[in-house]
């Protein structure tokens, strides 16, 4: 199965399995505001690339499943808390969570998306041994994405912020996070720990680039939060473009770039963000992005290459699927 | 061992777990945090329990140790998002960890800690079927415990809110979780599912008498916040004293009640909590919750009297712990 087929199908039954665990319409300040945050929709992507890495490694779906819908209720978990914690208003043109059943609702309903994504992987239909596996790995991955949240939380508008800082928050916040279904699935199939250790690798080489490009379509498209462009430089995000321009600006440049970050989300005018686009172009910070991120994919493609494994076609498929949602 | 020897020791034991899992001072957001909020105080009861509740049932304390870690985690994990999702600015007369350090990393710190509560239990010295077995209990009762929270939350200043309703939520919020350190505390002793089941129902029914003395508490001696007395009524909480005043008092005294629960914390005077104070005196609520407490204690000595093992004095000692907490 392609991944363009598997996002449909896998996402489909992700999304049946979401609805058995956390049935919508309950009403109890519970499912009210997971589902309106599910709503928001989400293409079940990373539950999609945990099933097929399973599959192609010859094992059965079915034993993966649980681990795969967890690593989606992870990511809402961590999208709801991440709206709190910077002050996000909307969400794919609906209210976040907290703007519209409150903070105490959004930081409880996100806690409990976690306590439904371990009761996922408990009732895993896989020998205790690799339960434990599967849980030491979403255990590993939840904690380095929390640490990665620590580091950008209090990088906004950092001055002495680099693309090195930028790389290590990204690989413990996106990194893990990406490669982490992907492993569950390689577990779940049964495969050697040389499979699973390149297949960490692979996925946190392929979880920076993605970042870059949702980096650069803030810039460009916008993140379909009311389709406002800027939304990073709003938020004061420690992005990549700014990591590489605070590295190679000017101190004019630098000074003027830091002030409008530092200002608070509604202080930042469309004129301040014109500037700062300005001043990214100046540097060709986003060709040095687009270029940075190409690398890491060219560098995901040779790790593919070393993966232990006959064939090699899905890992392929899944690093240019990425590639090319980043053109 | 007695229960207040328990504490010392196994409570000093704990605190240095604590300081090998969050190393202190390592200034990354997350430990300052979880640091600044673990040195307001705490007894670690709860682990305490956890391991006396293993050594009585015969097993060797070193296999609860990673559990009753987990379950103090956890514990410090909803306090610190409590505060948040209450509102509650001081903390054993401390600033809370969102006052001190920004909401959106109090959420993330809070999170941090459930990342280390599983990575705790993942690391027992246990067979597998067991760390599984223990993981199960710690997710059910986390996942209850948000329940409970969701419910809580949402009963601020609730109209229609009855004893029963009062007893639904501490019965998940509470309850379950000072079951989760016995049952773990039994699970990791080799106890059979028969000792694990009758000690649930134990919890289950300490649980609750626990949670009406602390709200009794806040009535009479405040709870550390600052020492002020009637943090709960400022708050709007549904206590145990709420939900039984609403079922008898005449249609005045209700609307008076509701009034002033309803008010923002800051609105709320001295006066109202006199007058809020005086209705609970009129109905006898205090006395009432005393009854009630007392009752559900006893009921929990039926409870250790069906426990099939031998030697129930630990329990019988628990019992006691909390019901002279409770005088």
Redesign the interface.
Known sequence: MGIEDAIKIYGAKINDLLKELIPPGRK???SDPIWHHLHTGGKRVRPAICLITCEALGGNPDNAVHFALAVEIMHNMFLM?DD???GDTMRRDQPTVWVKYG???A??????L???A??SI?ASPVS??K??QL??VF?LT??KT??G???D??ARAAEGFTVDKYMEMVELKTGCYLACGMVGGAIASGASDQVVEKIWTLGKTMGPAFQIRDDLIDLTQGKGRGGVIGSDIKEGKASFLYSYVLQVANADDKRQLHLIMSKARDDTTDSDIKVVLDIYKKYHAMAYAQDYADGLIKQAYKTIDEIPVENKTIFKEIASFMANRMS
């Open positions: 109890d300040y519970l808390h709190i914690e910077d903070i105490a609702n930081v409880n309903a996100g806690d409990y976690l306590a439904c371990y009761k408990l205790v041994e339960k434990v849980l030491q255990t939840y904690g929390v640490e949240q620590a580091l939380i209090n």
